[in-house]
């Protein structure tokens, strides 16, 4: 069945150090692939998202590629701020499937001191 | 526009008690999503309608879970009766069905503690 995994944190950053947060999928048919995000008290929102491969995805500075060759969606960020202290979270849409609801990653928190 | 509403935000109750949960989604949007969200399970997704429909509710943990959408503008989540291992935040979400776009909004969820 269609998965995603995500690596598993905490992940605790100095402001302005480079972030990469690791993301593989496995799925049947053609999946569009999403980072949402979710900031502390808060539901979750979208960050970005690609729906086919080798698109890049980019939001508030982070960017992530689809790549088929590797069934992978890695976030990164060159220089983080404080701001961006949240969990982190990858998912999938499998259009070639089944209905199609989102199905999430487990989540990867993030903190940046500093 | 003022996004998914949920309520209540935060719902303090005894085992055995009935607790519903309501959610008012983005007008014009035709998919609406439940989800469960707790530290040892993470995000879980218990059930989705589309056009007021219930397509999926495989996630809905047991019988004591049950949701409704009377009309496309409302739903409820109840739980009776409650127990403490419901004690999560639940999330509403919905989104326009169809073609390859679906962003899921999601509300600001309501964190339910079960005593």
């Known amino acids: 069945g269609n998965s995603v995994t995500q690596m598993e944190g905490p992940v605790t950053l100095s402001e302005e150090a480079f972030l990469t947060i690791n993301c593989t999928y496995t799925?049947?048919?053609?999946?569009?692939l999403f980072w949402y995000v979710q900031y502390p008290g808060e539901g979750l929102q979208l960050l970005l998202k690609a729906t086919k491969a080798d698109d890049k995805g980019s939001n508030k500075g982070f960017e992530a590629t689809y790549r088929k060759e590797t069934t992978s969606f890695h976030l990164e960020k060159g220089s983080v701020q404080v701001s961006d202290s949240a969990v982190y979270f990858c998912?999938?849409?499998?259009?070639?499937?089944?209905?199609?609801?989102?199905?999430f990653g487990k989540g990867t928190k993030l903190s940046v001191k500093p | 526009d003022a996004g998914v509403i949920q309520s209540p935000r935060h719902e303090v109750t005894e085992m055995g008690q009935e607790v519903t949960l309501r959610c008012k989604p983005i007008?014009?949007?035709?998919?609406l999503f439940w989800y469960r969200q707790t530290m040892m399970r993470g995000l879980e997704l218990l059930i989705y309608f589309n056009n007021n429909v219930p397509i999926d509710d495989s996630g809905m943990p047991e019988d004591r879970f049950s949701a409704k959408m009377p009309n496309a503008s409302f739903s409820t989540l109840k739980i009776q009766p409650s127990e403490p291992r419901d004690s999560a935040v639940y999330f509403c979400a919905s989104t326009i069905s169809g073609g390859n776009q679906e962003t899921q909004y999601f509300g600001p969820g309501t964190r339910l503690l079960v005593l």
């Open positions: 998912a999938l849409k499998d259009y070639g499937g089944s209905q199609g609801n989102l199905i």
């Open positions: 799925a049947t048919g053609y999946p569009s």
């Open positions: 007008s014009g949007h035709n998919s």
